[in-house]
């Protein structure tokens, strides 16, 4: 039996972005192994069946010896567990585990390019981002690779530094989407218009812009919308701290709502999505899954974001921190309902077009057929 060892940060991305995945891949014969940091749900994922092993990682952490600590303990997994494949998902865990894997000879190795971040997020480029990818360059110059990737620049980046070549190359938009849990639910008919941002509360994800624009916007709006900003706390050393956010938030007109379980629902309640990221995202989930429910959707003109919306179409495209555009593009939507209701079902068009998990699924069993041949 072919072994599947799938790397990601945490249970909790696992369940939320992996989890079909490996659940088809056992049922198609594999024997699948999650290694993940263990944030409390370690039940959940047991519970559909699968193993899972603790990794000691810190994923927004730039010391390097937690770093290679994480290093030796997939070095030393891989020797003693001996997998077939093994499947890095996201920039730390490609570095390390690519590394890893090269090191003890790993038959088979995937790499999904999931967004790449903050380091690569800078307006000038780093010199961490340079290390990266040289780093990359060594480790994924081997037979029986694949790297998937989610977006166009991201794919551009490491074809043109020489990461990877076009045979070994694929694309999945997004990680996918059950159009049958994230169902489409009409506009919905409130005494308040509520709009909702998800994401983990770091300052690249667009929150400072999405509060100046509702602060614009109080004066004339602030007795008819809410702002519903979802999402937990984060340990990237960019992140809003709580004492930040009960600050910009005043608990009625804008409202952090925490880290949440419910965000489908809370989808459905809301009538307009706002995202202003200009975080070097790989396809946001959360527009994705917005998308489905059929959703209005403003968000930036940047990478990952732009891949969810067609501008004037199931939503509007604004540029990286314009508050005043984010403002008045959300002032539009307010004061047109027909236009909210046209937009989110342009949304579903494109999420049933577009994000089907079903054929993520189907493209990672491919890869995975392919390699493990």
Same mark, same amino acid.
């Given at each position: ?49 699968? @193993? !899972? +092993? ?5 994923? #927004? ?6 770093? $290679? %600590? ?129 994401? @983990? !509360? +770091? ?5 400072? #812009? ?6 614009? $916007? %109080? ?155």
């Amino acid at each position: 039996m072919k072994r599947l060892f799938i790397i990601v940060n945490e249970d909790r991305f696992f369940l939320s972005h992996r989890k079909e995945i490996a659940v088809t891949a056992k049922e198609n014969g594999y024997d699948v192994t999650i290694v993940a940091k263990d944030t409390g749900r370690r039940g959940d994922v047991e519970a559909l069946g699968l @193993r !899972m +092993v603790e990794l000691p990682i810190n994923p #927004t952490g730039k010391n390097i010896f937690q770093d $290679l %600590r994480s290093l030796l303990f997939l070095v030393n997994l891989y020797r003693k567990e001996k997998p077939t494949i093994v499947h890095h998902v996201g920039l730390k865990n490609i570095l390390w585990g690519g590394l890893a894997a090269k090191l003890m000879r790993v038959p088979a190795v995937v790499s999904a390019v999931s967004g790449l971040g903050v380091i690569f997020s800078q307006e000038k480029s780093s010199v961490m981002a340079g290390m990266i990818l040289k780093v990359l360059r060594f480790s994924h110059h081997r037979k029986n690779i694949a790297v998937i990737f989610q977006n166009s620049e991201d794919r551009t980046l490491f074809k043109r530094k020489k990461i990877v070549n076009e045979r070994q190359m694929y694309f999945t938009k997004g990680s996918g989407c059950n159009l049958n849990d994230f169902d489409y639910t009409p506009d919905p008919d409130g005494e308040k218009i509520n709009v909702i941002f998800t994401a @983990r !509360m +770091v300052r690249e994800k667009g929150v400072v #812009t999405l509060v100046e624009a509702a602060e614009k $916007l %109080r004066a004339e709006y602030q007795d008819k919308v809410e702002f519903w900003l979802c999402g937990g706390l984060s340990n990237n050393p960019r992140a809003l701290s709580e004492d930040d956010l009960n600050y910009m938030c005043d608990g009625n007109y804008i409202k952090w709502l925490g880290h949440r379980n419910d965000v489908r629902d809370l989808l459905k309640k809301a009538n307009i999505v706002a995202f202003p990221s200009y975080y070097r995202e790989g396809v946001p989930k959360s527009l994705i899954e917005a998308s489905a429910v059929g959703r209005p959707i403003v968000t930036t003109n940047s990478i990952g974001c732009k891949d969810v919306v067609e501008d004037g179409e199931n939503g509007f495209l604004i540029e990286i921190k314009d508050s005043n555009m984010l403002a008045m593009r959300l002032k539009e939507l307010f004061d047109d309902k027909e236009l909210r209701v046209a937009m989110g079902r342009k949304s579903r068009e494109f999420a049933e077009r577009d994000f089907s998990v079903e054929n993520v699924v189907k493209t990672h069993l491919e890869i995975y057929k392919k390699l493990g041949g």
